[in-house]
């Protein structure tokens, strides 16, 4: 074999690696992750919560924190320059779904230069909950940028169950 096919085999099994890992990482994070998408409305909303666990493009990181106690879930969502009339949150199965649609624009200017910028876009954030919450109940509050959504566990609450296996 000669040195190019050599480098060759080398380069195309790091590749094989990069991709894998890539992969590896794009299934671990997706939790993680908030859709972007530059539309408006409910069409695309309704679609998006029929697929929660299939997402592709339009992605950008939304930080948030899951809290666990005894009697509640408290989940923490960074969600700067938002308006809190602007942020939608619905309980759908075991998950809490924080959407809306940022509207921001800034027009300066300095000196000779003239300044325009803006940002806008639908984004949706799905968060997993660890246990079954009571809605009814919920409470949330929006301050400096954060997003924090108390959740009092149901009454009925998910069972862990020990299987044993023969």
């Known amino acids: 074999m000669t040195t190019l096919q ?20 794009s299934r671990q994070a997706s939790g993680a992750m908030t859709r972007f998408t530059g539309g408006h409305g409910d069409k695309a909303r ?12 339009g992605w950008g990181l939304l930080a948030a924190e899951v809290f666990d106690d005894d009697d509640r879930v408290v989940v923490r969502v960074e969600a700067p ?26 027009e300066r ?8 910028e803006c940002a806008y876009g639908a984004f949706q954030r799905v968060v997993p909950l660890p246990d079954s919450v009571d809605t009814a109940k919920a409470e949330a ?10 959740l009092p ?10 299987v044993s296996v023969h």
């Open 81 to 106: 320059g938002m308006d809190k009339d602007d942020l939608k949150l619905e309980v759908q199965d075991d998950f809490l779904i924080v959407s809306g649609e940022k509207h921001m624009a800034r």
């Open 6 to 25: 050599q480098f060759r085999e080398g380069l195309n099994q790091a590749w094989g690696r990069v991709v894998e890992g890539w992969e590896q990482l």
């Open 153 to 162: 566990k149901a009454a009925e609450r998910r069972r862990k169950v020990r």
């Open 109 to 116: 200017t300095e000196g000779r230069w003239h300044v325009n």
């Open 141 to 150: 509050s929006y301050k400096k940028g954060v997003l924090r959504v108390e």
């Open 46 to 57: 309704a679609e998006d919560r029929r697929e929660l666990a299939e997402r592709s493009a």
